[in-house]
């Protein structure tokens, strides 16, 4: 779980029966304030890394970093401190969050405000760039505060875009716009994005109308039709849930919340 204020550990580990185990990564010098977190798992090397964004506006700020399970620094790109739009070397303005294929391809948000308003995806292992899509702005392909990043498993990439109100469809490959939803978040927009572990559905935050959405996750690749809403669960008022994060091993998702300052686990039943 991610943490916000000052004089606080930025990441807390709990079991997944909420036990609290320790706080992390056990020095607290590497990280300013996170936002999105992912854990990756390298099939070949057999090794997980916590991959996380860090919005803060001190020297470490505007990275994105993965640790080992032991909190080890491994990686960090982007100029730690500096925001700004620079692709070679490659910078980032808030960057929001992350998310990766199995084979390690990085897909990222940047960000959450700051003057960027961007997808890049960044190759496996040698973090070279090989896209990046958007700038400030409400046509197709534009964003105001892509917020949250999820893949489908189909090929496609889905960004939240927050200001916007819409989640939007890109190719994993190239980048290419594919389509966009609006229609599901006249009344709220969409916080954060997540794929369900059976791949029916997505779980979609809305911050301000305090509710969780269910949408059909459209599995044919290509075109991707209008927006289904399946079901939904209305928070109390305040809750604020804001980033979503999908266990594929348990099913279960975890919901953090700004408002009631808490994450809240919930278990699908069949
Ligand atoms: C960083 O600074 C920007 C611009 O002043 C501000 O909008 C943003 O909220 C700050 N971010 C954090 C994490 O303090
Ligand atoms: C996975 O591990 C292998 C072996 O250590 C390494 O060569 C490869 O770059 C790693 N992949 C990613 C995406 O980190
Ligand atoms: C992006 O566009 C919106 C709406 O036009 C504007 O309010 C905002 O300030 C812009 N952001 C940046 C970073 O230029
Ligand atoms: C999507 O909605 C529009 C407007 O309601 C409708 O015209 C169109 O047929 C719908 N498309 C699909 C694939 O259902």
Redesign the pocket.
Known sequence: MALRGVNVPPVLVFTVHGEYLRSFPYDPNVINMVHGMRMFHNATSGQTSLWLTDVGNGTLGHTVKSFSPTGTVEHVLGTAGKAGPGLAPLQFDQVADIALNNDGDMFIVDGDG??N?RLIKLHRGDFKLAWHKGM???ASGQF?IPHSVELDGVGRVWVADRMNGRLQAFSEDTGDFIGEWTLCFKNGEPYSVGLSASHTHFIVTQLQANRILFIESPRQPGSIGNCTVLDSIQLAEDIQPHLVAVSQSEGAFYVGELGSKACQKFVPVS
């Open positions: 700051g003057v308003n400030n702005g409400t105001h």
